[in-house]
């Protein structure tokens, strides 16, 4: 079986959806998977045997220049950079990118450009996939480039889906609605003609059943590392700190703010010194600053090889959050982060606040692996209890490590799936 995975982000250790490729595909050989991606970044694992790349930037110069095309990429495992260059980065941080507009303007010009060029095709012709795995995103062009390809190749999709956008709400503003409307119609053609559809959660593939009638399963992500036993915390139970490790999107700053200043108040009346370091690589300065002011609260950039295993390893508690006002609320409704699987299987308790209707908050609370606290009442007593109760500290990782071992088959499972598809498909 040889999959060709389709996908903005490449498999990397350092970027969420890369690192949730790396899970995903964990027990595959490299010689089954090859990897075509937009990103400009490079993959520092060897998962796939082989990447191609083609780029935003390529995409429109394409359009006038036929020899701007992407190219074979080899994974260079001291790379640990998000993007290629600082001009790259600049452009792809810029909040003017992630505008409506700018998003309906860069799918015009992947309808106009040729990266359905020789070279691709040359690559595709000795790779030769025998399924397609798509990981589409909120961008039109990679639904476009999917059923491309699968309908030249005459290769069955498998959607994966750990993202909804098919069910948000929306915003009112008229270029989010017509984006919205346009990205439904993509979706919905490309599960007309997906021969299964994977979801990160339960829930979501309740709904994408109910809603498309095709066939549907969930896959949890698997951990990346051997399950870890639980020790005691080298610091003493007065001087512990809570460790985030991610991105302040989707509204996740007020929460993550919100814990600082408990922490805050619990050294105030307790006489601890209690902190919340949060590694990230977000480059909004007015949120960053707000996080700095709160005493509790420690910032650190991103980290990536052995400054983040010793960031990791030296957290008493993980921390997820996620956002309580509505918007942010029904844009993760039925995500569930990497990071969870990664703290459930860390040997650390992990504390979760959020509100109680999302996936990822339902996840833990169903197999009662995290401190959960699902309103600010309930937090500054959820927060001591992870931080200095031993016995429940012990119990918390005892139940996430039941739960990572469980999660731990997941990439087998997937590959039985995709093998069944695959011979289904050159029948």
Same mark, same amino acid.
């Given at each position: 079986?040889? !999959?060709?995975?389709?996908?903005?982000?490449?498999?990397?250790?350092?970027?969420?959806?890369?690192?949730?490729?790396?899970?995903?595909?964990?027990?595959?050989?490299?010689?089954?998977?090859?990897?075509?991606?937009?990103?400009?970044?490079?993959?520092?694992?060897?998962?796939?045997?082989?990447?191609?790349?083609?780029?935003?930037?390529?995409?429109?110069?394409?359009?006038?220049?036929?020899?701007?095309?992407?190219?074979?990429? =080899?994974?260079?495992?001291?790379?640990?950079?998000?993007?290629?260059?600082?001009?790259?980065?600049?452009?792809?941080?810029?909040?003017?990118?992630? =505008?409506?507009?700018?998003r309906l303007a860069r799918d015009l010009i992947w309808r106009l450009s040729r990266w359905d060029h020789?070279?691709?095709?040359?690559?595709?012709?000795?790779?030769?996939?025998?399924?397609?795995?798509?990981?589409?995103?909120?961008?039109?062009?990679?639904?476009?480039?999917?059923?491309?390809?699968?309908?030249?190749?005459?290769?069955?999709?498998?959607?994966?889906?750990?993202?909804?956008?098919?069910?948000?709400?929306?915003?009112?503003?008229?270029?989010?609605?017509?984006?919205?409307?346009?990205?439904?119609?993509?979706?919905?053609?490309?599960?007309?003609?997906?021969?299964?559809?994977?979801?990160?959660?339960?829930?979501?593939?309740?709904?994408?059943? *109910?809603?498309?009638?095709?066939?549907?399963?969930?896959?949890?992500?698997?951990?990346?590392?051997?399950?870890?036993?639980?020790?005691?915390?080298?610091?003493?139970?007065?001087?512990?700190?809570?460790?985030?490790?991610?991105?302040?999107?989707?509204?996740?700053?007020?929460?993550?703010?919100?814990?600082?200043?408990?922490?805050?108040?619990?050294?105030?009346?307790?006489?601890?010194?209690?902190?919340?370091?949060?590694?990230?690589?977000?480059?909004?300065? *007015?949120?960053?600053?707000?996080?700095?002011a709160c005493p509790a609260i420690r910032m650190h950039g991103f980290v990536t090889g052995k400054a983040?295993?010793?960031?990791?390893?030296?957290?008493?508690?993980?921390?997820?959050?996620?956002?309580?006002?509505?918007?942010?609320?029904?844009?993760?409704?039925?995500?569930?982060?990497?990071?969870?699987?990664?703290?459930?299987?860390?040997?650390?308790?992990?504390?979760?606040?959020?509100?109680?209707?999302?996936?990822?908050?339902?996840?833990?609370?169903?197999?009662?692996?995290?401190?959960?606290?699902?309103?600010?009442?309930?937090?500054?007593?959820?927060?001591?209890? !992870?931080?200095?109760?031993?016995?429940?500290?012990?119990?918390?990782?005892?139940?996430?490590?039941?739960?990572?071992?469980?999660?731990?088959?997941?990439s087998a499972r997937l590959h039985a799936l995709l093998e069944r598809v695959a011979a289904e498909g050159?029948?």
């Amino acid at each position: 079986m040889k !999959v060709l995975l389709l996908s903005h982000n490449p498999v990397t250790t350092y970027n969420n959806m890369g690192k949730t490729f790396l899970s995903l595909f964990s027990a595959f050989r490299p010689e089954e998977l090859c990897q075509l991606y937009l990103y400009p970044a490079v993959p520092d694992t060897a998962c796939c045997g082989s990447y191609y790349r083609f780029t935003d930037r390529e995409a429109l110069h394409s359009i006038w220049d036929r020899h701007a095309v992407g190219g074979e990429i =080899s994974p260079d495992s001291a790379c640990h950079d998000k993007f290629t260059s600082e001009k790259e980065e600049r452009t792809y941080r810029s909040p003017r990118s992630r =505008s409506e507009p700018m998003r309906l303007a860069r799918d015009l010009i992947w309808r106009l450009s040729r990266w359905d060029h020789p070279g691709l095709k040359a690559w595709l012709d000795r790779e030769r996939p025998d399924v397609l795995f798509v990981a589409p995103g909120k961008q039109e062009l990679l639904y476009d480039i999917a059923l491309t390809l699968a309908r030249e190749r005459h290769i069955p999709i498998v959607s994966y889906i750990c993202d909804d956008f098919y069910f948000l709400q929306g915003q009112n503003a008229f270029w989010a609605k017509l984006r919205l409307k346009r990205l439904r119609r993509k979706i919905a053609a490309l599960l007309q003609e997906t021969a299964l559809t994977v979801t990160i959660c339960p829930e979501l593939a309740a709904r994408y059943h *109910e809603s498309f009638g095709a066939e549907v399963t969930d896959v949890m992500t698997c951990p990346p590392f051997a399950v870890h036993p639980y020790t005691e915390p080298g610091r003493d139970a007065l001087h512990r700190c809570l460790t985030y490790m991610g991105n302040l999107g989707c509204g996740r700053g007020q929460p993550l703010l919100e814990l600082g200043q408990t922490l805050d108040a619990l050294n105030r009346q307790e006489g601890t010194d209690f902190t919340l370091e949060i590694y990230t690589d977000h480059k909004y300065p *007015e949120l960053l600053e707000r996080l700095a002011a709160c005493p509790a609260i420690r910032m650190h950039g991103f980290v990536t090889g052995k400054a983040y295993q010793a960031a990791f390893d030296g957290a008493d508690a993980f921390v997820h959050v996620e956002a309580f006002d509505k918007e942010n609320r029904d844009r993760v409704r039925y995500s569930v982060s990497t990071k969870i699987i990664e703290s459930l299987a860390s040997g650390t308790p992990l504390l979760a606040y959020g509100p109680e209707d999302v996936a990822s908050m339902a996840y833990l609370r169903r197999n009662g692996c995290a401190a959960l606290a699902s309103s600010m009442q309930e937090l500054p007593a959820v927060t001591k209890a !992870v931080l200095t109760q031993e016995p429940y500290r012990w119990q918390l990782v005892e139940r996430a490590a039941a739960v990572a071992r469980r999660e731990a088959d997941n990439s087998a499972r997937l590959h039985a799936l995709l093998e069944r598809v695959a011979a289904e498909g050159a029948k």
